[in-house]
């Protein structure tokens, strides 16, 4: 199953995935023998500010309010869908920001793994002191699945889930943890696999407004 995350006032993306743009609700459609679902994204500036200042978010940068609201829609909108994922026991599943190619074949490495895999995003240096160096760890990724030493995605634009226990275990961490930070962070600080080459690029001329969050830094896919 591929989850299209998405917002109500972006429904126009939808067609990208072969979803009409009309559809309101969740739609499953037969795509290359997967399922596509739009899963409908938690809209941050609809959420009372109150709310969000009482939950466990910690923002360190970006603290103006509409994109602290931004970042919180982004978590809980990744947050409501794994625990449907484990509510549901699904398997197989992919996660996917509108803003992300959809159009691809999950290998049948990643069914068989036992960890959760990047799809694509942003490779950059694990230590946030060298995030701004070249990422040396690039030169030494091969075809399939890589397990990450030195370096990070961000972005949780395209990960896959083989099975739902992982989601469970992934929700455990981060409930665990005393504060949380945007889901792109807390995510590159427990996942640590890609899958190389990226199955799944942002679709050109397309930004993610799901958080509305784009980088100062304009970081490279890999």
């Not at 069914?111 to 995030?131: A, C, E, F, P």
């Not at 945007?182 to 679709?203: G, R, W």
Request: proline letters at 3%.
């Amino acid at each position: 199953m591929k989850y299209i995350i998405n917002m109500k006032q972006d429904l126009e993306k939808m067609k990208n995935h072969k979803l009409d743009g009309s559809i309101r609700s969740k739609f499953p459609l037969a795509l290359k023998g997967d399922e596509i679902m739009r899963w409908e994204a938690i809209i941050g500036r609809d959420i009372p500010m109150e709310e969000i200042e009482e939950s466990k978010l910690y923002v360190r940068y970006n603290t103006k309010e509409n994109k602290i609201r931004g970042i919180y829609g982004c978590l809980m909108s990744h947050l409501t869908l794994l625990e449907s994922i484990v509510d549901l026991k699904i398997d197989d599943a992919c996660i996917l920001e509108d803003d992300s190619e959809s159009d691809f074949i999950i290998p049948e490495e990643l069914k068989q793994s036992n960890h959760i895999t990047y799809l694509g995003g942003w490779l950059v240096n694990r230590k946030m002191k060298d995030i701004r160096k070249p990422v040396l760890e690039k030169a030494s990724l091969k075809k399939g699945i890589n397990e990450l030493k030195e370096s990070r995605v961000l972005t949780t634009r395209a990960y896959y889930i083989p099975r739902w226990q992982l989601a469970k275990d992934l929700l455990s961490y981060i409930h665990k943890k005393k504060t949380w930070k945007a889901i792109d962070i807390m995510m590159s600080e427990y996942v640590t696999h890609l899958y190389y080459p990226a199955l799944s690029h942002q679709i050109l001329g397309f930004e993610s407004s799901i958080g509305n969050l784009q980088p100062k830094i304009k970081y490279k896919e890999y």
